[in-house]
């Protein structure tokens, strides 16, 4: 019989889109399933970390803030990912700027509302004892492309916590996610760079801009497009497989860069691959963004 938690909290409003998130189900490609979990994965590893939790316990996904929980029971909850406005109301009226990256003890009954931040996209918040909600293949994140696990959050939705069995992280000086409007990322080339005329030059000369398409699937980018050789014009390509980073190009040249729920597998040639390093900063990258790929 599975326990029933007795910690809970609820949503009453998720903002734009609010997703229950882990580290996701890596190693599972081979049966078409993508990585998925979090997309800033410091910034989620962190909002654990600081309240005491084990760093791949679920947690929150919010995409440009409106959240606003409360705490059914009294617990320690944590924002992280780029700074952001975050207040706690008490079911007295009053109200307290906590601000985001430190961990902050909610009594039954308060409130906990976070903005949109001023740059970058997602902000993750971390509960302690975790989002104790049933595993799908071994992960409790949301996968957009797939459909696996939760639904996204709704408003009033109520979430069991698991027990809590850390002690929240002391104060301390913690990494915050940043997201510049200009953003120079390094590319590997290949396996499919022979398939394009000059692409390193073609890429290295290029400002990209973050389409308004982009999603945690991957970032649409707009720009001069990317030509093919002659001889590779009209030549269609087998699937073949695909990893977060990998830079596909289809044929109106407009490169697309796979983030974590992108698909395993594709038929339009890979110019490169963005070294995984990179990819909690493209997952804060919003639309209208400038974007450069640097072949190395």
């Known amino acids: 019989m599975r326990r029933v938690s007795t910690r809970t909290l609820t949503v009453l409003r998720p903002g734009p889109l609010a997703l229950v998130t882990d580290l996701g189900r890596p190693g599972q490609a081979y049966l078409g399933i993508p990585r998925g979990g979090a997309l800033d994965l410091p910034a989620f590893r962190l909002a654990n970390r600081l309240v ?5 316990l679920a947690a929150f996904e919010l995409l440009l803030g409106g959240f606003e929980l409360r705490a059914d029971t009294g617990c320690t909850v944590a924002v992280t990912g780029p700074p952001t406005a975050v207040t706690v109301l008490r079911e007295d009226g009053t109200r307290r700027a ?14 906990l509302l976070v903005a949109a931040p001023d740059s970058g996209l997602r902000n993750y918040v971390g509960c302690s004892g975790g989002l104790d909600i049933p595993a799908v293949l071994g992960s409790r994140a949301a996968d957009l492309l797939s459909g696996l696990g939760p639904q996204p959050v709704r408003a009033g939705e109520r979430f069991p916590l698991g027990p809590a ?7 301390a000086p913690v990494p915050v996610s940043v997201s510049p409007d200009e953003l120079s990322v390094p590319v590997l080339l290949g396996p499919r760079d022979d398939w394009f005329d000059q692409p390193a030059t073609a890429l290295r000369a290029t400002w990209w801009t973050v389409g308004s398409a982009s999603n945690r699937i991957g970032l649409r980018l707009r720009g001069r497009p990317l030509r093919r050789c002659p001889d590779r014009a009209q030549v269609e390509l087998p699937s073949e497989p695909m990893r977060p980073g990998a830079v596909q190009v289809p044929p109106s040249g407009q490169p ?3 983030l974590a729920d992108g698909p395993t597998t ?19 990258v919003r639309p209208g963004s400038a974007l450069r790929l640097l072949p190395v």
């Open 256 to 258: 697309v860069i796979f």
């Open 266 to 284: 594709g038929g339009y040639p890979v110019v490169g691959v963005v070294d995984e390093r990179q990819l909690p900063a493209l997952g804060q």
């Open 98 to 111: 906590v601000g985001s990256h430190r961990a902050v003890y909610l009594w039954a009954g308060d409130r």
């Open 52 to 56: 005491g939790n084990p760093e791949g």
């Open 165 to 171: 069995s850390g002690s929240p992280a002391d104060a």
